[in-house]
């Protein structure tokens, strides 16, 4: 009897054992990826169905700031996210000590100059109110942005991380108004002007290449990136995460349904 008890004592450690490598395995194929609405968990919805092909689970965390998902890809509660440009990245990890990276660049959201009182940069009047978003980078694309078409002139050694603070030039006398980035297509009723980032605008059903007075060009620096821990670059989920999202179906499909709004990087 002794024996018995003792086999299927052996036995039951035995299947509890092959549960737990399973399982262990069927985690490692699960790859959590955080990402802002639109276009970020668009694209990603686009590929889910290849990666489970490979056997890869995509679970998408939706975000609507750009605060969370680098803390929650450093705090290890997520796997990778996408919602950002290398500028951003490069500003959180300087301010919080992080080692996130980039893994691939995959578009391009053209920062536009939106208004419901001018239809032309030509016709903005003296003093007129500007909202533009108030995180660094963002922030200091907007006043390039505003440079390079003449409107205001920016302090030369303030590169990307200008703010108003670096104004050296605003013969129109504009009234900056920094707002979260979010918030600001809700605000266009309440300011004269507002720098809208690109998948803002486009979940405020605003068309950039239509709706914008003035639009960043197609060669913009400010690539949108999926960004991962640095001691994960060689993990090969993540690796077929990135081809998936470079491949010639997400280019078309992002051709196909942004307006101009949204263009491919690679």
């Known amino acids: 009897m002794k024996k018995l008890l003792i086999v ?20 490692k194929n699960i790859l959590k990826v955080g990402a802002t609405p639109i276009p970020h968990s668009e694209l990603l919805k686009q590929v889910k169905e290849k990666l489970a092909d490979d056997g ?19 705090d290890e509660e997520l796997d990778a996210n996408f919602f950002q440009h290398s500028p951003y990245l490069e500003d959180f990890n300087d301010k919080n000590d992080a080692d996130l990276i980039s893994l691939a660049k995959i578009h391009v959201e053209p920062l536009g100059l939106y208004s419901n009182k001018y ?17 660094p980078t963002n922030g200091g694309r ?30 129109m006398e504009l009234d900056f108004k920094a707002l979260e980035a979010a918030q600001i297509p809700r605000s266009l ?36 990136v999926i960004a991962i821990r640095s001691e994960d670059k060689d993990n090969e989920n993540l690796k077929a995460l990135a081809s998936a999202l470079q491949s010639e179906e997400i280019k078309e499909f992002i051709k196909e349904n942004y307006d101009g709004g949204v263009v491919p990087a690679y």
Request: aromatic share 4%; net charge negative; charged share 30%.
């Open 56 to 74: 890869i689970t995509l679970e998408i965390v939706e975000f609507t700031d750009y605060v969370k998902p680098n803390l929650a890809l450093n």
């Open 189 to 224: 009723d309440d300011v004269d002007l507002a720098i809208i980032n690109g998948n803002y605008a486009l979940e405020a059903d605003l068309t950039p290449t239509e709706d914008a007075i003035l639009i960043e060009g197609k060669d913009s620096p400010y690539a949108n």
């Open 119 to 135: 239809k032309d940069v030509k016709t903005i009047e003296k003093g007129s109110s500007i909202a533009i978003p108030n995180d």
């Open 8 to 27: 299927l004592s052996l036995v039951a450690l035995i299947f509890v054992g092959c549960g737990n490598d399973s399982e262990e395995s069927s985690d």
């Open 142 to 171: 907007a006043l390039l942005l505003l440079e390079n078409e003449g409107i205001i002139k920016i302090d030369k050694d303030a590169g990307l991380l200008a703010t108003e603070k670096d104004i050296v030039d605003n013969p």
